[in-house]
């Protein structure tokens, strides 16, 4: 069975920073493109950021550029997301999610780690 758990969430002012984690047991971790994205409160589940399989590429969400950075270990099984200059509405969810280098929808997803960011 396919876990993604995901770690490093909490409560941090306004400005601060936090590093997320997703850990998963994915066979062959190195070849999947990783991804991060997050819900918040009466709102869709939106995309944050992506990390092709081999870490040579990554995309950001455009309100992330410059503060979020994404990250991968491919000997850890694990990817992270760096999150800086934090803002209350990057309050959320977060969830990480694995998908194939094919083309299609990711298909495993962790439980999701909360990130309450106060003012």
């Known amino acids: 069975q396919v876990q993604l758990v995901e770690s490093g969430g909490g409560l941090v002012q306004t400005g601060g920073s936090l590093r997320l984690s997703c850990a998963a047991n994915?066979?062959?971790?190195?070849?999947?493109?990783m991804a991060w994205f997050r819900q918040a409160p009466g709102k869709e589940r939106e995309f944050v950021a992506t990390?092709?399989?081999?870490?040579?590429?990554?995309n950001y969400e455009d309100s992330v550029k410059g503060r979020f950075t994404i990250s991968r270990d491919n000997a850890k099984n694990t990817v992270y997301l760096q999150m800086d200059r934090l803002k209350p509405e990057d309050t959320a969810v977060y969830y990480c999610?694995?998908?194939?280098?094919?083309?299609?929808?990711?298909?495993?997803w962790g439980q999701g780690t909360q990130v309450t960011v106060s003012s």
């Open positions: 999610a694995a998908k194939t280098v094919l083309p299609g929808p990711y298909m495993y």
């Open positions: 990390i092709t399989w081999n870490g040579g590429s990554k």
């Open positions: 994915l066979r062959a971790f190195s070849t999947y493109n």
